[in-house]
């Protein structure tokens, strides 16, 4: 890969900064660098992003013309889905069997579904209440600003578009700051949006390191924040905004449950629980890395899902065939290999896997822990490896009270073939997405966050625009 550069202004913005290296996960070799830009250029992108937020060619921009260029991005990013997904995977480590039918497709529907909303976004008439009919009151709703956006190295692609698209749909401008280790889809989307149309300085890419993306949450030019990641880091940002109460929104960790019910369909409840926590290498905030099932059947639960897990080719991710691709980095694969010792250092057993794949890469075998303790690292920590913790139980009033003994709540799987008692358990689950007989599968017409320690606010649907649009009020006395 040529060395990679920020986008700033509708432009390439070459820097002296240091570089840092990017490296295929796949194979441990460096295939680019990328500057680890600092105060000055992150300066540089928030000036050209309000630039053009106060430019006419924006800021007085049809609905219908932002729409009309958020279905052009769209069509853009179709035309070169193979070169993305292909770009994906290289960069993330992602199997193409995934970025292909997964990823690039997802983010093109994200950009559709968000084409649809510049023209729905409207104040509304509002009777006064306490005023009477010399007064004439209303609202309007108005883009907040710039936008920082910081996105994570597991989705790079879905979680920019994610975040990308309804900012753009409401009016907004962006400074996009990607994953060190995963820049170039993000770069990609820079061009794309250029060939779309939209007017220099609305979508600017910066990259780097932590300190790139702690610069742009500090700077007094962001209006909003949007981030998905840690939530270590999460509880750093909300520290460093106190000072000027930016807008934030948090997509953080989780330890999402997956509850197999006695009478649920085994056939495709098992490939369920094994697709939900293996796919990606485990490396999902809302992969179902608790497994509850029935004590009765939870041997014939393990024993399938670990057979499942079997079938998950490992190699290249550029293959086809391959399912379980490597961790993003050495870091990743030291943490996770800690964390299993960890767990079965403190009484969990070991049912399968474990170990480092012996290939070059980060791989990590397929793993099954099993324990009853709640109090064991593998019940309570993100592991955010290819690591499934199993619990048997005995009755829905227990297995209820241990999905929730968690400090997370991003997401809950459930597979029964009662619906009745699925949505009573949607009900008592603390999780901001619960999934029935199915897995991993968010929609952009639906609100997606986290209760408890998985985050702030929702990105997706209608209300992720609470966060980029301000309402304003206007009472007039007409009489």
């Known amino acids: 890969m040529p060395p990679a550069h920020n986008y700033i202004g509708g432009v390439i913005a070459a820097t002296h900064a240091p570089r840092i290296d990017v490296l295929n996960p796949a194979t441990g070799e460096v295939i680019g660098d990328i500057p680890r830009s600092g105060k000055g250029e992150v300066d540089s992108a928030v000036q050209a992003a309000r630039a053009a937020f106060d430019e006419p060619a924006w800021r007085d921009m049809a609905p219908a013309a932002r729409e009309r260029l958020l279905h052009r991005f769209a069509d853009l990013l179709e035309a070169d889905a193979q070169g993305m997904a292909r770009l994906e995977s290289l960069d993330s480590g992602k199997p193409i069997a995934f970025t292909s039918t997964i990823d690039v497709p997802y983010a093109v529907a994200w950009l559709r579904y968000y084409a649809g909303w510049p023209t729905k976004l409207a104040g509304k008439a509002q009777a006064p209440a306490i005023h009477g009919p010399s007064f004439h009151a209303y609202t309007l709703r108005e883009p907040v600003g710039v936008v920082g956006l910081i996105v994570p190295w597991n989705y790079p692609l879905i979680l920019a578009v994610w975040k990308l698209a309804p ?102 409840a ?27 059947q939870f041997q014939q639960v393990l024993d399938g899902i670990a057979g499942v897990a079997a079938t998950f080719g490992v190699g290249d991710p550029l293959d086809p065939a391959t399912l379980l691709g490597p961790l993003i980095s050495q870091a990743q694969l030291d943490s996770v290999l800690a964390r299993i010792d960890a767990s079965v250092k403190a009484g969990a057993t070991l049912f399968c896997g474990g170990r480092q794949v012996p290939r070059a890469g980060y791989y990590v075998e397929p793993t099954i822990l099993v324990t009853e303790d709640r109090a064991n690292p593998g019940f309570r920590e993100e592991f955010f490896g290819p690591v499934l913790v199993a619990t048997p139980y005995d009755d829905l009033e227990q297995v209820v009270a241990m999905a929730n003994d968690s400090d997370y709540g991003l997401a809950a799987h459930v597979h029964t073939r009662d619906l009745a008692t699925a949505h009573q358990l949607a009900r008592k689950l603390q999780a901001g997405t619960v999934w029935i007989n199915t897995q991993l599968a968010p929609d952009p017409a639906m609100p997606f966050g986290g209760f408890k320690q998985s985050g702030w606010g929702r990105e997706n649907g209608e209300d992720v625009f609470d966060h980029y649009l301000e309402t304003k009020s206007v009472i007039a006395r007409i009489g």
């Open 167 to 268: 900012a753009l749909a409401a009016g907004c401008t962006v400074v996009l700051k990607p994953a060190q280790n995963t820049p170039y889809s993000a770069l990609r989307l820079a061009h794309l949006a250029r060939e779309a149309g939209f007017p220099p300085g609305v979508f600017n890419v910066v990259l780097g390191d932590g300190g790139t993306g702690q610069a742009l949450v500090e700077h007094p030019g962001v209006a909003k924040l949007s981030f998905t990641g840690s939530t270590r880091v999460g509880k750093q940002i909300l520290a460093s905004v106190a000072s000027d109460l930016k807008r934030v929104t948090l997509e953080l960790g989780g330890k999402s449950p997956t509850i197999i019910l006695p009478d649920a369909d085994m056939h495709s």
């Open 270 to 296: 098992i490939p369920g629980a094994a697709q939900s926590v293996f796919v990606h290498a485990g490396q999902i905030c809302f992969a179902g890395t608790r497994l509850f099932a029935p004590r009765k």
